[in-house]
């Protein structure tokens, strides 16, 4: 449906601009060959001949041919706020009906222009849709801001930390819903459930070059890859994801959760934003061994503010000034989560690496122990995967044009690659495997893919949980926090780059 009214509106404004052209004195055919008309519209009322190359700007483009037929009807003596709002919002009608149908319409050029003066009003408004079209552009192409929401990756990042994303380190994509309410990603203003774009208009993935790859231990924003599709009611989205509901509680039974909860289906750039680190690229080997990351064998990167979980068990309680100084803990009831008294003197403690070292060292400790957690993982196939986000692996992370050789024990982990990220049909028949048709053991990746994990790893829902992200879910990667707010401002973290 939406492409039969995008040629419709296509035709319409293409033969309104035949008969413009022709009232213009401009060689009427000249208005059917596209880029060409503006090239003439942009001669014929003396537009500086630059606008008419910013038209191939991504994106920003459209706005300028719009801006452009706006001057361009302008010549016709049509100055009011209705007419140009006509000519944005149904030129396809607008332009037929100057052409054809209106014959009081003439062409007055020039001179017809003299005679026009801006309102206090309309230079507002033009001064407010340039404005528009220059942040969408920035936000678009150059950097987005963006707000932490929650502690997956405490004490690197902080809860309201505002962040600058560099989208041009990676490469911009092209959005692939273009026509959305903007500033905004998937909702609408004031509201938790309604989308904020058209799901008709779309273009396929497209990525602008960048000048840098993703690095190991990069911190990256990233559309979440399990929120393609959500429960659309606040409490459920990205908190608790479609999938996990429909494993855990549905058992699979998808016709059961749809009868019980409304579903929205997101494209890949509306759905959720995530920040976590990069801990492997395309190619390295993944480990887990007791909360320890290894890559490709060797201990991983440890982030200077990362944090895990420890069990502490001590002689006599620690005083309230040594959690104040030590691991700034001001209030035993309210310091989410950071320590738990489990029982007498043992105690569940989130901490950095530093902090460590510092509680380890104290006359009244008795042991200090890594806190295991056993919950279950991806590819959440306990049979042949009984992996747990603390004991995870050893697992290759896809690299584009690598061909992997397809089993009964390892389909769990590239079925949703397969079927999802990369487009195909995949059949499961007595142990053999049918793509797009086609009877086969063996895939090769069309993307890279990349593994990513919040620093603070026991509070974090990250790829242990829903695994690889794609390269086509890359928005960019988090470079310089420009505000970060508590209780008060945080004046140490503004302006300070992220590492």
Not at 209 to 223: L, P
């Amino acid at each position: 449906m939406g492409w039969i009214i995008f040629i419709l509106g296509t035709i319409g404004w293409h033969i309104g601009m035949y008969g413009m052209f022709k009232k213009a004195g401009i060689d009427a055919w000249k208005a059917l060959i596209p880029f060409y008309n503006t090239w003439c519209m942009v001669e014929i009322t003396g537009i500086k001949k630059w606008w008419f190359w910013l038209q191939f700007v991504p994106i920003a483009g459209q706005f300028v041919s719009i801006w452009i037929t706006i001057i361009f009807t302008m010549h016709f003596g049509k100055f009011d706020l209705l007419s140009h709002t006509a000519v944005v919002l149904v030129p396809f009608l607008y332009f037929p009906y100057l052409g054809f149908v209106d014959k009081q319409v003439r062409w007055g050029g020039r001179e017809v222009m003299k005679l026009y003066k801006k309102s206090a009003t309309r230079e507002w408004i033009d001064a407010a849709v340039f404005a528009v079209v220059a942040a969408t552009i920035i936000r678009t192409f150059i950097f987005e801001a963006y707000t932490i929401p929650t502690e997956s990756m405490e004490k690197t990042l902080l809860v309201n930390d505002f962040l600058f994303v560099n989208k041009m380190v990676y490469g911009p994509r092209l959005p692939q819903t273009p026509l959305s309410f903007p500033f905004v990603h998937n909702t609408l203003p004031f509201s938790q459930t309604k989308v904020s774009y058209l799901r008709w208009a779309s273009i396929p993935y497209t990525r602008i070059k960048g000048y840098d790859t993703i690095h190991r231990n990069d911190v990256v924003v990233f559309n979440f890859p399990a929120g393609d599709t959500i429960i659309n009611l606040p409490g459920f989205q990205s908190k608790a994801p479609y999938y996990d509901v429909l494993r855990d509680e549905y058992k699979g039974n998808r016709e059961a959760l749809l009868a019980d909860y409304p579903i929205v289906v997101h494209p890949v750039d509306k759905t959720d934003n995530y920040i976590k680190r990069c801990t492997a690229i395309p190619g390295d080997v993944l480990e887990l061994k007791n909360s320890v990351l290894y890559i490709n064998g060797a201990p991983a990167f440890i982030p200077p503010y990362g944090q895990i979980d420890y069990i502490v068990r001590t002689k006599s309680p620690f005083t309230n000034s040594f959690l104040s100084e030590n691991l700034g803990i001001d209030d035993l009831s309210d310091n989410n989560g950071q320590l738990m008294l489990l029982k007498d003197n043992w105690y569940r403690i989130n901490m950095t690496a530093k902090e460590y070292e510092v509680v380890k060292s104290q006359p009244n400790v008795d042991s200090i122990a890594v806190f295991q957690e056993y919950h279950p993982c991806f590819p959440h196939d306990p049979i042949n995967q009984p992996w747990t986000t603390d004991n995870f692996g050893p697992l290759t992370i896809p690299r584009k044009g690598a061909t992997i050789t397809l089993t009964p024990q390892n389909i769990a982990i590239y079925r949703r690659l397969i079927t999802t990220y990369e487009s195909n049909t995949l059949e499961e028949k007595n142990n053999t495997f049918i793509i797009n048709g086609v009877s086969t053991n063996q895939y090769t990746f069309k993307y890279n893919y990349y593994w990513m994990m919040g620093d603070n790893r026991h509070r974090s829902q990250d790829s242990r949980y829903w695994g690889f992200v794609p390269e086509t879910h890359i928005v960019g990667r988090a470079s310089m926090i420009w505000m970060s707010y508590g209780k008060g401002p945080r004046w140490n973290r503004i302006f300070s780059f992220i590492k």
